[in-house]
């Protein structure tokens, strides 16, 4: 989700190191993901500064009272950013407080599905004096950035963000343990085995708490979902970009599938899924167990991409038939001032069958790499 | 249509009656209009050069005073980096960019020393604006280099072509004892934050400046951002988060500043260059009125055929405006000639006496040429004013009277030498009139007053000159002397009005010798005693860099165990702001520098004084801050430096001439027991011997002190300060001496104007002389002796009003304008040599007008009519 160019090209590839099932060190002392994750709770909530990217990433679907729906996001990106030179302690041997080795960086926006309305906003800072952080202490994790912050606890998050035009206030309770992607986190982003992210989601958070939109606050409750991922290498040069979807439907099971979309307009066989049942197991899919097709576009009058804001998902190997809808198709993310990056970022409505029963859901998709080719860590 | 018609027939009119008479006398017109564009010359090139300084000075500041709404500093020191974060945690505060600047030296090339300017590439770029050459903002992750890289810089192409280097070589720079290898990124492309310093500028992370300048957990300032919608009680509660001696202020403080000062010094420039547009104004008066008068009878003529009073009075206007027009046009190239010379002297002037600026060319201002030829035009206009009217009291009766009507003056010439005379005593009430803020408007008005009166008493004068010296004339010069005296007596207002150019031209040059003697002299005596030492040590670039950086430890360490026979005098000084003021505090060691040193008191009482001083009751303030803040001996000097709050009352006033504001002393240990801050601004070394301090023991001291510091610390010796003072003076008085002898030649070619005028007038007169007997050099002899009887009368005066205007000069506009006055004292020696001088400059002036007397032969003339 980062684009960093200069970052990734001083990249050339990780030094592989492959030792079964560990994080093998990379290039500019950066750690690669090569293999499973071993995630463990609440160390592996906190940041990970060995890898290049790692984000905390929540979103949602609530309402007020009188049934005004809103959607949410907010993630936080930590970008870690390496000195090239050696001579920064050559004169005195002590160290600026601004020499940082980290950016943190977050978007938030909130849709106001009633109203079609899309707010946006980000920030970015460098990891020091006390502007940005993160970091976990004991069993909480806490990440910052001025006054937008994540904190992560076993029994329940809180996250805040105020931009002025609009601010969130949220507490989640998790009614599920975290789920892990692929094997046992080792997600897969391509062909080569570096070429993958460390990932798990809680797939469904009890939300409750304040929207402001203006001057306007709004008592909510909902739903959400958070990822937390973190991984070194870029995306492999043959694809563009990912179409990525949350799903959380109304029979208390939720659905994680990410589509790396190729160059050449077919999807990655490295494209995946996770379903996670009502009592929180989860069903690795692979890429022939998805059927994915675009159903209808929209173009953004902004950046000129064509957006596909209509899909049929289908997985027969659950017997799984989704039409999943954007809510308001101007749901697009620009971001000059922190990743560059344009993307979607957007609250979708889902219905269809699961084993011949109906179910109905809400959700979040994400939709990359449509106005250029993205070239981030994932 | 009907005013496309009138406009038309104007025209053609002016064109057939003026333009084509101007043309029948080529020489007339192109005096004139040599001596106009001469001073519109002036005037726009000054205006020009300092408006290129002034704008440069600008452009930077606002380049790097960027968007900020408010900015958080501390007077006297700098700001914990620790508020960046709790600043930028609060909802309104809509970003927050800590801000470091500071000068420095490009190592082992010889070159000067240049901006360089560290803040967080990410927290500034709602701030200020720039941009890479080969790549821009949008390109994610380019800026993120100068994090990436530490020890990297982007830097002003102009720059690195001084540096003689390119993207991606290595450059070693130095700061105050620290010497460090950087690496040029990328070259800024010419905008933004790259014209600051006209390019000579180069930008760095946060952390490699502090790393590079060991300024650790500071920055100069945080500037901020707020959200539009901000409330006072929102900013009261950043007011109330910041520490005790934090000020949120705005942002533009230092702009204003520094504006004021250099609007000072323009407005000075200026009003100089006009007196060469002044003195032009005689000029084209001149003309016009012997226009208006020798053509009566065309005129009448005019007037009989049908033309109006009004159109009559146009027509002269029109052709004072003609000259104006002209003569502006003909200014544009020699103004860029002028201003070629002129811009690097002002831009050097500015950034010695009052802020850095750097000029490389000038900037066309469209308001300036608007001020340049409207100007010119209004002076050419209002000179013609007068014989406009004139004119267009001619009566078309007259067209059928026989001979050359002549006006007489005589009554006039008394009634003008009496209001002239009321003028010249409304001098002094004006110049009292208290001055609006640092504008020196009474000052002028009473030099205008001034002008104007003595110019006034010129005819009157002329008469009397004439009438006085009638027997020494004829004794000295027989018939043509008596003969000149008899014309000069009643030759009236045009020659007057010559006689009033000489005088502003003599005035001016008088005064402005009597002032920048006093000024040199009381500098000198200034230099010798109040800027004592026999060495003086600072840190590198300390001037340049308003003493931010403060004396290295080593050398601390070296003095305090120096074991020689000198005494150390250590001071602190600061760079603050009283008020919109910006002043230097400078806390010594008294019982030390007075040992050595001692100051020009202008107030206050010295003997008690001196002891309170030492006791720390009170502070010494100079002349400079006590004129522009309007504070004297009593009054509570209350500010608030580095955290502590101080109320002092001043002990005395003192004169000092050091730019960039004002000074405020006070006693070194009691600032350090207030205050905690115990650095060293500076050391003033002091040889206890006095009575012999031999060069070699001087220089071994310096040797040693460079020995043990000289990678940090700047060592002068005395006697090589205080010539550099002076030397500054000198250079910044070049500009002066320039103007003032241009308004000399202007002068010099209304004297040449003026008397061709009258021997062309009175050809017919000039040859019947000689037809009835007159030798070639009698008549010879009688212009010379009319030129001399209007030099010496036009320099009698213009002495007059000269020290007159010394006065004004040394005591009201300096004071007004900079805020300092000087001992008076008066140049005679150059005086003594320059009035001869300008006796013969004049004289040879009359050359011409001799030689065109006998231009057409007599019989011709005579025969005309």
């Given at each position: 989700m980062i684009n960093f160019r200069n970052l990734i090209l001083a990249v050339v590839g990780c030094l592989i190191f492959v030792v079964s099932g560990t994080l093998a060190p990379a290039s500019e002392n950066l750690l690669c993901v090569t293999g499973p994750c071993h995630l463990k709770f609440p160390e592996d909530?906190?940041?990970?500064?060995?890898?290049r990217t790692e984000w905390w990433y929540y979103t949602g679907n609530v309402s007020d009272k009188n049934g005004l729906k809103f959607g949410f996001q907010l993630t936080f990106f930590r970008s870690r950013i390496d000195n090239?030179?050696?001579?920064?302690?050559?004169?005195?041997?002590q160290v600026s407080a601004w020499r940082a080795q980290q950016l943190i960086l977050a978007h938030a926006a909130i849709t106001e599905i009633s109203e079609k309305k899309h707010h946006q906003s980000e920030r970015m800072v460098r990891q020091a004096v006390d502007m940005a952080g993160a970091a976990r202490k004991r069993d909480r994790t806490h990440v910052f950035l001025r006054n937008w912050s994540l904190d992560l606890m076993p029994e329940y998050h809180i996250i805040e963000a105020d931009t002025g035009d609009f601010a969130l206030e949220l507490t989640l309770v998790p009614m599920k343990k975290p789920v892990s992607h692929g094997d046992q986190g080792y997600s897969r982003k391509g062909q080569k085995v570096e070429s993958a992210s460390c990932y798990y989601s809680f797939t469904r958070l009890k939300a409750q708490g304040n929207i402001r939109v203006g001057t306007k606050t709004f008592e909510v409750d909902g739903l959400a979902w958070m990822d937390h991922e973190f991984s070194t290498n870029p995306l492999e040069p043959d694809l563009e970009g990912w179409d990525w979807f949350s799903i959380q439907l109304d029979n208390h099971t939720e659905l994680m599938a990410y589509f790396l979309r190729k160059k050449d307009g077919t999807y990655s066989d490295a494209s995946s899924a996770t379903f996670v049942t009502v009592s929180g197991d989860s069903v690795h899919l692979n890429r022939s167990d998805l059927d994915l097709k675009i159903m209808n576009t929209w173009k953004s009058k902004q950046s000129g991409a064509n957006y596909p804001s209509q899909w049929r998902l289908r997985i027969p190997k659950l017997y799984l038939e989704l039409d999943i809808e954007a809510v308001v198709n101007d749901q697009e993310m620009k971001t000059p001032e922190t990743t560059g990056v344009t993307y979607w970022e957007g609250s979708v409505s889902i219905a269809g069958f699961l084993k011949g029963q109906t179910v109905s859901g809400m959700g979040y998709t994400e939709l990359t790499g449509y106005v250029k080719p993205l070239n981030v860590p994932m | 249509m009907t005013l496309f018609r009138s406009t038309n027939f104007f025209f053609g009119l002016f064109f057939r009656f003026s333009i084509r008479h101007m043309a029948k006398f080529p020489g007339r017109a192109l005096v004139v209009l040599l001596g106009i564009s001469l001073g519109a010359a002036v005037f726009t090139s000054v205006r020009l050069s300092i408006h290129a300084s002034l704008n440069s000075f600008n452009q930077s500041m606002e380049m790097i005073t960027g968007i900020a709404d408010r900015v958080v500093t501390r007077p006297g020191g700098r700001v914990p980096e620790t508020l960046v974060g709790p600043l930028l945690k609060?909802?309104?505060?809509k970003s927050a960019s800590p801000f470091l600047y500071t000068y420095v030296q490009p190592a082992m090339t010889g070159k000067s020393p240049f901006l360089l300017i560290g803040f967080d590439p990410i927290l500034d770029r709602p701030f200020r604006k720039w941009q890479l050459q080969n790549s821009t903002l949008s390109d994610q992750g380019i800026w993120l280099d100068l994090m990436r890289f530490p020890y990297s810089i982007f830097a002003g192409q102009p720059l690195l072509d001084d540096l003689g280097i390119k993207p991606q070589d290595g450059l070693t720079l130095e700061h105050v004892g620290q010497s460090a290898g950087f690496i040029v990124l990328e070259a800024l492309s010419s905008e933004g934050l790259a014209l600051v310093e006209g390019g000579r500028v180069a930008i760095t992370d946060i952390a490699t400046f502090q790393e590079f300048t060991h300024i650790w957990g500071e920055v100069d300032r945080i500037d901020l951002l707020l959200d539009s919608t901000v409330s006072e009680n929102q900013i009261n509660q950043i007011h109330k988060m910041l520490p005790e001696g934090i000020t949120l202020g705005m942002p533009n403080e230092d702009q204003l500043s520094g504006q004021r000062m250099i609007s000072a010094y323009q407005l000075n420039l200026s009003v100089l260059s006009f007196v060469s547009l002044f003195v032009g104004m005689f000029l084209v008066y001149s003309l016009v009125a012997l226009n208006a008068a020798s053509r009566r009878k065309e005129l009448a003529i005019l007037r009989s055929t049908g033309a109006s009073a009004k159109l009559i009075f146009f027509i002269f206007i029109a052709e004072g405006g003609f000259f104006g027009l002209v003569g502006w046009l003909i200014a544009i190239p020699i103004s860029s000639v002028f201003a070629k010379y002129l811009l690097q002297g002002v831009g050097e002037t500015i950034s010695t006496l009052f802020v850095r600026v750097s000029v490389d060319n000038l900037t066309l201002s469209a308001w300036e040429i608007f001020v340049s030829l409207g100007m010119t035009m209004f002076i050419s206009v209002l000179a013609a004013f007068q014989p406009a009217r004139e004119a267009m009291?001619?009566?078309?009766?007259?067209?059928?009277?026989?001979?050359q009507p002549v006006a007489t003056h005589r009554k006039s010439s008394r009634y003008l030498a009496i209001t002239g005379v009321l003028f010249i005593l409304m001098v002094w009430p004006l110049s009292s009139i208290p001055p609006p803020e640092n504008f020196p408007f009474p000052g002028y008005l009473a030099t205008f007053v001034l002008f104007l009166g003595f110019s006034m008493l010129s005819s009157w004068s002329l008469e009397m000159v004439a009438k006085i010296t009638e027997p020494a004339l004829l004794y000295l010069g027989k018939e043509p002397a008596w003969l000149a005296g008899r014309y000069v007596h009643s030759s009236g207002m045009r020659t007057a009005v010559s006689v009033g150019a000489l005088i502003t031209a003599v005035a001016l040059f008088s005064a402005l010798v009597i002032m920048v003697h006093s000024f040199r002299r009381t500098v000198e005596l200034w230099a010798n005693q109040t800027v004592a030492g026999d060495i003086f040590i600072r840190s590198k670039m300390a001037d340049i860099n308003r003493y931010k950086d403060p004396v290295s430890q080593n050398a601390m360490v070296f003095f305090n165990n120096l074991d020689e026979p000198v005494d150390i005098d250590i001071y602190r000084r600061l760079f603050l702001n009283y008020g919109k003021n910006l002043y230097q505090f400078e806390a010594l060691k008294w019982d030390v520098y007075l040992r050595y040193g001692s100051f020009f008191w202008t107030e206050g009482n010295i003997k008690t004084g001196l002891q309170r001083l030492k006791n720390g009751e009170g502070v010494l303030v100079s002349e400079v801050f006590a004129n522009r803040t309007g504070l004297g001996v009593g009054n509570l000097f209350q500010t608030s430096i580095r955290g502590t709050w101080f109320e002092l009352p001043i002990i005395g006033v003192v004169r000092d001439y050091r730019t960039q504001g004002g000074v405020v002393y006070y006693s070194l240990e009691h600032y350090q027991d207030k205050?905690?801050?115990?650095?060293?601004g500076g050391v003033r070394v002091f040889f206890k011997d006095r009575e012999k301090i031999p060069d070699e023991a001087v220089f071994q001291m310096r040797n040693r002190i460079i020995e043990c510091c000289g990678d940090s610390v700047n060592v002068t010796l005395g006697t090589q300060l205080r010539e550099a003072i002076l030397k500054i003076f000198d250079e910044t008085f070049a500009i002066t001496t320039i103007l003032l002898l241009i308004a000399l030649v202007v002068a010099a070619l209304g004297i040449t104007s003026t008397l061709t005028v009258l021997v062309l007038e009175r050809s017919r007169e000039l040859n019947t002389i000689l037809a009835v007997g007159g030798s070639y050099g009698q008549i010879r002899a009688m212009i010379f002796w009319e030129a001399f009887l209007m030099v010496l009368t036009g320099e009698f005066l213009g002495i007059l009003c000269g020290i007159a205007l010394s006065y004004l000069l040394v005591f009201v506009i300096n004071k007004q304008s900079f805020g300092w006055t000087f001992l008076y004292g008066m140049d005679l020696k150059t005086l003594a040599v320059s009035y001869p001088l300008i006796i013969f400059t004049a004289l040879a002036a009359a050359i011409p007008a001799i030689r065109m007397v006998f231009k057409q032969p007599p019989a011709n003339l005579l025969r005309e009519r």
């Open positions: 909530h906190g940041p990970h500064p060995g890898f090239k030179s050696a001579n920064t302690q050559k004169s005195s041997g | 609060l909802p309104y505060v009291k001619v009566f078309p009766k007259e067209a059928m009277d026989i001979g205050t905690g801050d115990l650095n060293w």
